[in-house]
């Protein structure tokens, strides 16, 4: 069971930067892919950005040019920086690590407990 443990939100102003970490408990290298994640009050949770275990990197349009995932493996942390930030951002922040084996797909799926980021106006 991989532990992933959060950190690095807060209150923030319209236009300001912030960077999330994911720290996790075992090697980030076991995992085919990790990213970020974020629900909004009342809405469904919504992917942020992903990066596999090679480095390819995926976006939500909505924070294209803004924010940017890393990975360091040797830290087994991943992280999030986020750019020019929008009261639209305001969610709370989820990590994700998943490990697929080929032929049976995802078999090992983890969350981390969410950080929250507010922007205001």
């Known amino acids: 069971q991989v532990q992933l443990v959060e950190s690095g939100g807060g209150l923030v102003r319209a236009g300001e930067s912030l960077t999330l970490s994911c720290a996790a408990s075992?090697?980030?290298?076991?995992?085919?892919?990790m990213g970020w994640y974020r629900q909004a009050p009342g809405e469904q949770r919504e992917m942020v950005a992903t990066?596999?275990?090679?480095?390819?990197?995926n976006f939500a349009d909505s924070v294209k040019g803004r924010f940017d995932i890393s990975r360091d493996s040797v830290q087994n942390t991943i992280f999030l920086e986020m750019h020019n930030l929008k009261p639209e951002d305001t969610a709370v922040y989820f990590c994700?690590?998943?490990?697929?084996?080929?032929?049976?797909?995802?078999?090992?799926?983890?969350w981390g407990q969410g950080t929250q980021v507010t922007v205001s106006t």
């Open positions: 994700r690590g998943k490990r697929s084996v080929r032929g049976m797909g995802v078999v090992s799926d983890y």
């Open positions: 075992e090697n980030i290298n076991k995992l085919n892919q």
């Open positions: 990066i596999t275990f090679s480095g390819d990197k």
